[in-house]
Every structure is written in structure tokens, then in C-alpha cells.
């Protein structure tokens, strides 16, 4: 029997980011809760994010959060992929990400740009493979850019 992935745009509430994003938190490379406040941010990411999201039987098991709230310079940020650590390498993150620059690219912005730290090979190779490139590296951390080619809507 396979298990059904149900993907969502803004379902999940405050307290299920942060549910999901404690059980993500070791998989962070810097662990996120040492960063930021967890309950803070994931109220942030409901506020004022675009959350494209994974469900397995009632579970938040996959998250991209995306602030497209930049018309004036036409570019999208993306401040949060994460995938439970049991369903990673299932193509989760690669279908979230698909999803969100297909809804980037819909609302007319010219890129979208991430900050990933250097040490995290799989979401770099990731990135990569969704045609992200590097704008500039910053100490541990990597600024990635994705140029959105609006003749393909």
C-alpha cells in the first residue's frame, strides 16, 4: 500500500510549523531553534509567507516558505525548506520548490533568492538542480538566485 503525499498552499497553522519544525531542527544545518524563536517565526511564516506544503495522514511532513511580498524590486525570498528527516531523499523538497517557482514565475517576479549554509551539500545540490545559481557567499552561508524566464508561463 503506498501513502498518499497531499500538497497544500497555506493550510498549516502556527502551532503545526512549529510541531514540524522542531522535528526538522536537528536536520538544520546551524539548528534553526539556536537562530530564531521557533513560535515567533512560525507566526512570521503565516503572516506573511507563502507556505507550499506536504501532508501525509494529517501530518506536515514538507515545507517551503516563500515572502513574495517584493514587487518593487520583483523578487521573492525564500526563508524556509525543510522535510521531516523520515521522508527525505522521497522527492518532497524538489516537489515543493517546483511548486513555488511555478507560483513565483505566475505572480510575474524576475527571481527568487534563498540564503543556504555552505556545509549543507544536499540542499546545494537541490537548489542547483532547480537552476538556482550563486549571487554571493558570505562567510558560512550561500546567497542562491534563481532567474525566472517569464516566456515559459
Same mark, same amino acid.
Given at each position: 500500500m503506498s501513502v498518499q503525499i497531499e500538497y497544500w498552499l497555506n493550510k498549516a497553522v502556527p502551532t503545526e510549523i512549529v510541531e514540524h519544525l522542531l522535528c526538522c531542527d536537528a536536520d538544520f544545518v546551524s539548528v534553526l =531553534?539556536?537562530?530564531?524563536?521557533?513560535? %515567533?517565526?512560525a507566526n512570521k511564516i503565516v503572516n506573511k509567507a507563502l507556505r507550499f506544503e506536504a501532508w501525509v495522514d494529517g501530518v506536515l511532513v514538507g515545507l517551503v516558505a516563500a515572502y513574495c511580498n517584493d514587487s518593487e524590486? =520583483?523578487?521573492?525570498?525564500?526563508?524556509?525548506?525543510?522535510?521531516?528527516?523520515?521522508?527525505? +531523499?522521497? +522527492?518532497? %523538497?524538489a516537489q515543493l520548490m517546483e511548486r513555488c517557482i511555478h507560483h513565483v514565475r505566475q505572480q510575474g517576479f524576475a527571481c527568487v533568492e534563498l540564503e543556504v549554509d555552505n556545509e549543507n551539500v544536499s540542499a546545494v545540490k537541490l537548489y542547483e538542480n532547480k537552476g538556482f545559481t550563486i549571487k554571493k557567499r558570505d562567510g558560512q552561508t550561500t546567497i542562491m538566485r534563481l532567474n525566472i524566464d517569464k516566456g515559459h508561463l
Open positions: =531553534c539556536k537562530r530564531v524563536e521557533l513560535n %515567533a517565526y524590486r =520583483c523578487m521573492s525570498f525564500i526563508t524556509s525548506v525543510s522535510i521531516l528527516p523520515t521522508w527525505q +531523499g522521497k +522527492g518532497i %523538497a
